[in-house]
């Protein structure tokens, strides 16, 4: 019984760390510690309605960054690929790997300036030479973000300012924040505080 007990609480003890180690977060843990947060790491994704046959041909985005959060680059052109700040992840590299895929993420990051904050503006770009077929709906990029010491920052703090998603087999947008255009398709983000 007593083992059974200590099996338990055990258990119960590793389920609450599991689910406190995928929170992101800043400021002040429950006991009034200061947690220090360094990195912010965002996906980006798309989604498409199940069942749908359209797929994604390019996503086009401007996320603005909140104050105290950089890149680790000047200004600029941000550095891609497997080890750079900013690469493709989830569907695109699937997507990559095909051997008559062509695809091609480009980024350019402003640092903040006296009236705003830093943004990042990315264009994603895939296709496939012989077919025409695009990436699946799902994750599709990653980038990771400097927090400068002693800054605050929420995972809510990351604002996109545009996004828009062209069909690769349509060539119509399928989604465009300033165009109007809400579906059938759509694009979001998760930021992870680090």
Known sequence: MVRFKMAVLFNSMALLLLCFSGC????????????????AVIVFSTSLPV???????????VLDLPAGVTLATPAGS???GASGILKLSGEAVRFAAQPTATTSIIANYTPAAATNNATVRMSTIVAQTNSGLGMNA?????????????????????KPLSSALIGNASGSKLFDTL???????????IATLQ
């Not at 992101?24 to 990195?39: Q, Y």
């Not at 069942?51 to 985005?61: A, C, R, T």
């Not at 799902?138 to 990351?158: M, R, S, W, Y």
Request: with cysteine.
């Open 24 to 39: 992101g977060g800043g400021g002040d843990s429950d006991d009034g510690r200061s947690i220090s947060t360094t990195k």
């Open 51 to 61: 069942g749908s046959p359209e797929q994604i041909g390019s996503v086009d985005l």
């Open 78 to 80: 941000i550095p891609t």
């Open 138 to 158: 799902g994750e599709f990029a990653t980038l990771t973000c400097d927090i400068t010491p002693g800054v605050t920052v929420t995972k809510t703090d990351f």
């Open 179 to 189: 165009g109007g255009i809400t579906g059938p398709a759509s694009a979001s983000y």
